[in-house]
């Protein structure tokens, strides 16, 4: 049976520094349920009920064309090794780009990643852990370098043209605001 809590506790943030792997939730009232996994050096908690992730250039920008429509998203993290675990995050996010203030503070608390294409900023208003004891016990190997050698080669330029083709809507046809207005 699950346990709900009000905000992360201690235990709960040093778990989840320690993941190497997480999923996004989100949907808009219509169209498709998107969930994401997302990975590297990306997820901070800010506080007890705030949390904040840096947004990889990818194939879609499902996450992005969601928020802009319903502001709900869901984080899960599930314990691969050690003592079984899984962990839900509920609240609201706010997209921010690089055109926004806001963007370059958080920026500043990861890694520097060429691909950086949105930083999303959570309020938590609900923590949920459960058992994992179905979860499967799985060794880490080493982290994916293809996305970050991807993004060097390409340079920011052809970043951005790739946004304009691939990332301006969701498979649903929402818009993402990627490009802050710019037509593709």
Not at 115 to 125: E, N, S, Y
């Amino acid at each position: 049976m699950g346990k709900k809590l009000d905000r992360i506790t201690p235990d709960l943030k040093a778990f989840i520094e320690k993941q190497k792997l997480f999923f996004v939730g989100t949907a808009a009232a219509e169209g498709r349920v998107n969930i994401s996994p997302k990975g590297m050096d990306s997820f901070r908690v800010l506080g007890d009920n705030q949390v904040v992730w840096m947004n990889l250039t990818g194939s879609g920008n499902e996450t992005a064309a969601h928020l802009l429509k319903n502001k709900r998203m869901t984080i899960l993290f599930c314990a691969f090794e050690g003592k079984p675990l899984i962990l839900r995050l509920y609240g609201d996010a706010k997209i921010y780009h690089q055109r926004d203030e806001e963007f370059h503070g958080y920026r500043k608390l990861f890694p520097k990643n060429l691909g950086t294409r949105q930083i999303i900023l959570m309020d938590v208003d609900l923590v949920q852990k459960s058992c994992g004891f179905a979860v499967p016990i799985m060794d880490f190997k080493e982290e994916r370098t293809t996305l970050n050698a991807w993004a060097e080669k390409q340079g920011r330029d052809k970043i951005e043209q790739y946004w304009s083709d691939r990332n301006t809507q969701s498979i649903d046809g929402f818009e993402t605001n990627v490009l802050g207005g710019k037509a593709p």
